[in-house]
């Protein structure tokens, strides 16, 4: 692989990797468009996700200390289980079993079989698909909402939160706002497109 290839290759891999898309997917699919026209390898696309991976650690280092502590704190009895932190902390680790299992069991796909550019071409286009209607459909936002709430210090009911999503017709920030009946609570506006301050004397920015 040529260094051009390899920087090529990088961009593609920091562009893609923050986006709700495949970066793996994006990186092969690339490798035939240029010059070597050749697969980059399952080894080349693990030591480019190692990078991204320790960009993430060092942008949400706060948020991840502040889940390790609530978890602890939670597993040895000095915090609530239901604290919104103690509780990603679990859905985390339980996020994380299959995918490690999955790994060591089908190592050899992974390797060869799973980098089928028809496969990859159909993966993309059936969780596209997959994601596109479930943003639609989304009624999750006001479970945020309560947590986010909750942890300021102002306790909120989800079915109160529901209820303020479904009257403000709060939707994803990628998502059109709804008009007419029927309309849902939708997922929750991305931490880095608003500033939220529970407190404020006026209404939060985006």
């Not at 696309?45 to 320790?54: C, K, N």
């Not at 942008?59 to 289980?81: C, N, Q, Y």
């Not at 017709?169 to 029927?182: E, F, T, V, W």
Request: proline share 5%; net charge positive.
């Amino acid at each position: 692989m040529l260094w051009i290839e390899a920087i090529i290759l990088g961009l593609v891999q920091g562009l893609t990797e923050f986006l709700p898309i495949s970066s793996s997917a994006h990186l092969r699919i690339v490798g035939e468009f240029l010059p070597g026209a050749q697969d980059p390898g399952a080894a080349f696309t693990a030591i480019t996700q190692l990078v991204t991976e320790a960009a993430v650690l060092v942008f949400f280092w706060r948020d991840i200390v502040r889940i390790l502590k609530a978890w602890f704190a939670a597993m040895f009895g000095r915090g609530s289980h239901n604290d919104p932190d103690a509780r990603m902390g679990w859905l985390i680790i339980v996020g994380t079993i299959p995918i490690v299992v999955l790994g060591l069991l089908l190592e050899g796909y992974i390797m060869s079989t799973f980098r089928s550019l028809w496969l990859v071409a159909t993966m993309l286009i059936a969780f596209g698909i997959l994601l596109g209607f479930a943003d639609h459909i989304g009624t999750f936002g006001y479970r945020y909402l309560a947590d986010q709430a909750r942890r300021a210090g102002w306790p909120m009911s989800r079915k109160t939160a529901w209820k303020l999503c479904s009257q403000a017709g709060i939707l994803s920030s990628a998502q059109p706002r709804r008009r007419g009946k029927g309309k849902k609570a939708g997922p929750p506006v991305f931490d880095d497109h608003v500033k939220r301050v529970f407190r404020a004397e006026a209404p939060n920015r985006v």
